[in-house]
């Protein structure tokens, strides 16, 4: 598990660091977002005080950052279980093509779309540093206990607000485990739980967003969130 994150997320960052180092806002939130979607929105929204002419171009980027997670995701599914996969595939493809969609309309909306300058992401880490690696490992080990008490304490239902209250963490941990844990539940309970982990980590990120963001430039940035949460809401209402 730690071997297949650590690896997506360190090809993101040697393509943002050496490929395209003079990448422009777009580009940044698409790479960022395969490397840490959190991390790229906190970096993002406290560029738009400084940017303020781009502030709806720097939205589409924290977008398509959101966009890439739920890529990520549905790759980390794939490899480790593809039952799984064919339940959450269908969720998981809709929400990366509307997250990118409503980036891009925010993005082209007319009046919106301004030169873009360069910009860089440089306060993000090398994914593959030792304590991050450490601290995945950990947290990886924790929720394998976690998640086994809360299902036999607790049922379906504390597995539901297991998965709310990881959401203002890290939420790959807690996802790779469900992914690979062999728990005594159905499948579907699994996938519902996994996207109320990502409905309660995007709210994070919009209220990351929200607290950093330029003071009056964030109509987009809240129409943007809700559009895509309400979606993911609904999908974990269906399963």
């Known amino acids: 598990a730690v071997v297949v994150i650590s690896s997506i ?31 790229t929105t906190f970096v993002l929204a406290r560029k738009s005080k400084a940017m303020p002419d781009k502030s709806n171009e720097i939205t589409a980027a924290i977008l398509l950052a959101l966009s890439m997670m739920y890529l990520r995701i549905f790759i980390l599914c794939i490899i480790f279980n593809k039952e799984l996969t064919a339940i959450l595939a269908p969720y998981l493809i809709v929400l990366f093509l509307l997250s990118v969609a409503v980036g891009l309309v ?20 090398n994914p593959l540093e ?3 690696a450490l601290l995945f490992t950990g947290l990886y080990i924790l929720f394998t206990f976690v998640n086994y008490f809360a299902i036999k304490t607790w049922g379906t239902g504390g597995l539901h607000i297991l ?9 790959d941990p807690f996802l790779l485990n469900m992914f690979q844990g062999k728990y005594n539940i159905d499948l579907s ?19 990351y967003a929200l607290a950093l963001y330029a003071k009056h430039y964030k109509k987009w ?12 809401l609904l999908f974990v209402v269906l399963l």
């Open 163 to 171: 998965a709310l209250i990881v959401g203002v963490a890290d939420i």
């Open 189 to 207: 309970v699994i996938a519902s739980a996994s996207l109320l982990a990502i409905v309660s980590n995007n709210f994070l990120k919009m209220f």
């Open 9 to 39: 997320s360190y090809i993101s960052y040697l393509l943002r660091k050496f490929v395209f180092k003079e990448a422009g806002l777009l580009l940044l939130g698409i790479l960022g977002g395969l490397y840490s979607s959190t991390a």
């Open 130 to 132: 030792f304590n991050v």
């Open 106 to 125: 925010i993005y082209y909306y007319p009046g919106n779309r301004k030169k873009s300058e360069i910009e860089s992401l440089d306060q993000t880490k």
């Open 221 to 232: 940035l809240i129409i943007g969130f809700m559009i895509i949460i309400a979606v993911n």
